[in-house]
């Protein structure tokens, strides 16, 4: 069943993508360059264990999903400024924390752990709030370093340093395909017509998986001459040949139709200059967003050409766009803040 679901989603998608318009209320790059940070949303997470490692924002840009290097996974609400619920049960740092079917309080949520395990949650019954645990599941030997939804909403992907993968039912939260690649991994991502799998490993390749056929299709090389090797960063484009990878010495944009870099980034771009912590596509395909732990730089995709700079305060860690129209970027930092940057216009 997920084979046929993969092979009817993914030729939906990419014969829509050809045809798919750019939405006509897109945050104009004019506007963008009037940005500033707007809100500061501090105190989430434990004080003992500080440190957000990853985000996810639901569809509606209203929920936060913050994962924690206090083993919790926390859902903050920006429309009533609470804390909505705390997710426990894990008893290593998250990795990853992912809402499943575009967010909100009544859609499910999996998240993974350095514990070796991902766990699916799902809404309280009746008028409870918060989430309930479902699965436990148990399938890896190693830490897993991240989680990617497939375009139907109905599959997630998990991968283990170990070079362990897994596709999860979103239902069930089960693995119903699952493989290993001759690598450490770091980090993993869903092409965005959900056939293909990203994998980034620790010696410095980009590895691009056929999942039906468990064969890497294509090997990157990113990094594997440079001192930091390890690619922990991946994000596809929604054009589906564009694709992000983040080291901590640069960030290249890839076309895989050539499977050569079209653009690179390094510490000496960067006036803060520490090490990358991520690039993330916006949804419209238009927008790239590259940071380091203090700067925020949102580029136009056509040109590559830089529309705003955004200091942060505190130390990034994980950034997502916020809305379908990318109207405003969410950050998180290791000192259990997010903030949230927006046109001034």
Same mark, same amino acid.
């Given at each position: 069943?997920?084979?046929?679901?993969?092979?009817?989603?993914?030729?939906?998608?990419?014969?829509?993508?050809?045809?798919?318009?750019?939405?006509?209320?897109?945050?104009?790059?004019?506007?963008?360059?009037?940005?500033?940070?707007?809100?500061?949303?501090?105190?989430?997470?434990?004080?003992?264990?500080?440190?957000?490692?990853?985000?996810?924002?639901?569809?509606?840009?209203?929920?936060?999903?913050?994962?924690?290097?206090?083993?919790?996974?926390?859902?903050?609400?920006?429309?009533?400024?609470?804390?909505?619920?705390?997710?426990?049960?894990? =008893?290593?740092?998250?990795?990853?924390?992912? &809402?499943?079917?575009?967010?909100?309080?009544?859609?499910?949520?999996? =998240?993974?752990?350095?514990?070796?395990?991902?766990?699916?949650?799902?809404?309280?019954?009746?008028?409870?709030?918060? &989430?309930?645990?479902?699965?436990?599941?148990?399938?890896?030997?190693?830490?897993?370093?991240?989680?990617?939804?497939?375009?139907?909403?109905?599959? +997630?992907?998990?991968?283990?340093?170990?070079?362990? &993968?897994?596709?999860?039912?979103?239902?069930?939260?089960?693995?119903?395909?699952?493989?290993?690649?001759?690598?450490?991994?770091?980090?993993?991502?869903?092409?965005?017509?959900?056939? +293909?799998?990203?994998?980034?490993?620790?010696?410095?390749?980009?590895?691009?998986?056929?999942?039906?056929?468990?064969?890497?299709?294509?090997?990157?090389?990113?990094?594997?001459?440079?001192?930091?090797?390890?690619?922990?960063?991946?994000?596809?484009?929604?054009?589906?040949?564009?694709?992000?990878?983040?080291?901590?010495?640069?960030?290249?944009?890839?076309?895989?139709?050539?499977?050569?870099?079209?653009?690179?980034?390094?510490?000496?771009?960067?006036?803060?200059?520490?090490?990358?912590?991520?690039?993330?596509?916006?949804?419209?395909?238009?927008?790239? /967003?590259?940071?380091?732990?203090?700067?925020?730089?949102?580029?136009?995709?056509?040109?590559?050409?830089?529309?705003?700079?955004?200091?942060?305060?505190?130390?990034?860690?994980?950034?997502? &766009?916020?809305?379908?129209?990318?109207? /405003?970027?969410?950050?998180?930092? /290791?000192?259990?803040?997010?903030?949230?940057?927006?046109?001034?216009?």
């Amino acid at each position: 069943q997920y084979y046929d679901t993969a092979a009817e989603t993914a030729k939906t998608l990419s014969k829509g993508r050809v045809k798919r318009e750019v939405p006509v209320d897109l945050t104009s790059p004019e506007a963008w360059k009037t940005a500033a940070e707007s809100s500061v949303i501090s105190s989430l997470h434990s004080t003992t264990k500080p440190g957000i490692t990853a985000l996810d924002v639901d569809q509606s840009g209203s929920l936060l999903l913050t994962a924690g290097m206090d083993n919790h996974a926390e859902v903050y609400s920006r429309t009533t400024d609470t804390v909505v619920a705390t997710l426990k049960g894990h =008893t290593k740092r998250l990795t990853s924390a992912l &809402w499943l079917g575009g967010g909100g309080l009544d859609a499910s949520i999996v =998240t993974a752990s350095a514990d070796k395990s991902v766990r699916l949650w799902v809404p309280k019954p009746g008028n409870a709030a918060g &989430w309930a645990k479902k699965n436990i599941v148990k399938h890896h030997n190693a830490e897993v370093v991240g989680l990617s939804l497939h375009p139907s909403g109905r599959y +997630f992907a998990s991968a283990a340093s170990d070079g362990s &993968w897994a596709v999860h039912s979103a239902e069930s939260g089960d693995v119903v395909v699952s493989g290993t690649v001759d690598s450490q991994v770091a980090g993993i991502a869903y092409h965005p017509d959900g056939v +293909f799998l990203g994998l980034g490993t620790v010696d410095g390749f980009a590895k691009i998986l056929d999942i039906g056929q468990n064969q890497v299709l294509a090997t990157l090389d990113v990094a594997s001459g440079g001192e930091e090797k390890s690619v922990g960063g991946l994000h596809f484009s929604e054009n589906g040949y564009y694709f992000a990878t983040v080291t901590r010495e640069e960030v290249a944009v890839w076309d895989l139709r050539k499977q050569k870099k079209v653009v690179a980034w390094t510490l000496a771009d960067f006036e803060d200059g520490a090490a990358f912590v991520d690039a993330v596509f916006d949804r419209s395909g238009k927008y790239l /967003a590259v940071a380091t732990p203090g700067l925020v730089r949102l580029l136009r995709v056509k040109g590559w050409a830089t529309m705003v700079d955004l200091a942060c305060a505190d130390t990034v860690a994980s950034v997502g &766009w916020i809305g379908h129209l990318s109207t /405003a970027v969410a950050v998180a930092c /290791a000192e259990n803040s997010v903030r949230v940057y927006e046109p001034a216009q």
